[in-house]
């Protein structure tokens, strides 16, 4: 995914801007993760196990997702201290 560079320190908004960008992260993966399961339900008569298990591995995702973007930023940040 494509977040921006990293908030910049000078502006509120930006800042808030980025964190409010995070909170669709997991739902997205999520979504994307049963929309998928449910793609090869339909087409494997597998109803609803991939859909589950599309939904919790999207989850996992989004969090993982969410942990490396704020470790990049983090780094970022402390390097331009």
Known sequence: ???PQKPNS???WAQAAFYSSLGFVIPGAVV???LLGWFL???LHTY???SIIGGIGGAIGGI???Y???TRTEK???RDK
Do not use: W
């Open 41 to 43: 339900d339909q087409h």
């Open 32 to 34: 994307g993760g049963v």
């Open 76 to 78: 970022r940040v402390d």
């Open 48 to 50: 609803p196990i991939l």
């Open 68 to 70: 490396q973007i704020l």
């Open 10 to 12: 000078g502006s509120i």
């Open 1 to 3: 995914m494509v977040f």
């Open 64 to 66: 993982v997702e969410i």
